[in-house]
């Protein structure tokens, strides 16, 4: 009977024990499983935030772009072309609303603006301060004398979202969670070192 007592005692401190070796083992298992997941879930989030902000861009540039360019043929200031010019306008109008909801107003804690709706409170972000000084200059024009001015708030425009986006970060994402191969980026003096005669790619 004692035999049988001290063999279940050892039996009992050999189960606690093997437990022991098993939950030491799986603590650093798990933590890397949980670092692994919740990279993931980093990158996805990261990621969705990049195409919806990415999405609203692409909206908003491609507007600026044919509001310069039908400046640029004159085509801008004909009366024909008038429901044409205030649809854009409209449209350029309304994606800058809608850009409040990612880039929102400023607030320096000076109360400035807080009489008015939440999202008009403080000062304009500089992201949507170009928006509204490209929509006045264009609204104003009345030939194609601001295509200069409309020129560098779109490339401020872009240059802000460049540099929010971080397409070069983007791509070491792709490259280290899916595993892809980002080519190399290249000048054209880089192109033509390569092999010289790839200058004929840009000659007539």
């Known amino acids: 009977m004692k ?30 499983i949980y670092k692994i997941v919740t990279s993931t879930k980093k990158y996805e989030l990261t990621e969705n935030y990049r195409k919806e902000l990415l999405q609203w861009y692409t909206s908003v540039v491609e507007i600026m772009i044919r509001i310069i360019h039908s400046m640029e043929s004159q085509e801008f200031f004909s009366d024909e072309f008038q429901p044409q ?9 309304a994606l800058t609303e809608i850009g409040r909801f990612y880039f929102p107003n400023v607030i320096k804690g000076d ?14 972000d500089i992201c949507l301060e170009f928006l509204v000084y ?5 609204l104003k024009s009345v030939d194609d004398s601001n295509v200069s001015v409309l020129w560098k708030q779109e ?10 986006i971080e397409p070069r970060k983007r791509n070491r994402d792709y490259s ?4 892809l191969t980002i080519p190399k980026g290249q000048a054209i ?11 004929n790619v840009f000659r007539s």
């Open 3 to 32: 035999n049988e007592i001290v063999s279940l005692s050892l039996s009992t401190d050999s189960i606690i024990a093997i437990i022991g070796i098993v939950v030491t083992v799986l603590i650093p298992v798990i933590g890397g």
């Open 85 to 93: 010019k205030m649809e854009m306008l409209s449209r350029l109008s």
């Open 111 to 124: 109360y400035f603006g807080h009489d008015k709706p939440s999202a008009y409170q403080g000062y304009r």
């Open 134 to 138: 490209f929509y006045n200059t264009a």
């Open 155 to 164: 490339r401020n425009f872009t240059a802000l979202m460049f540099d929010v």
């Open 176 to 179: 280290k969670h899916l595993g």
């Open 189 to 199: 003096e880089d192109f033509i070192y390569e092999n010289p005669k790839n200058i």
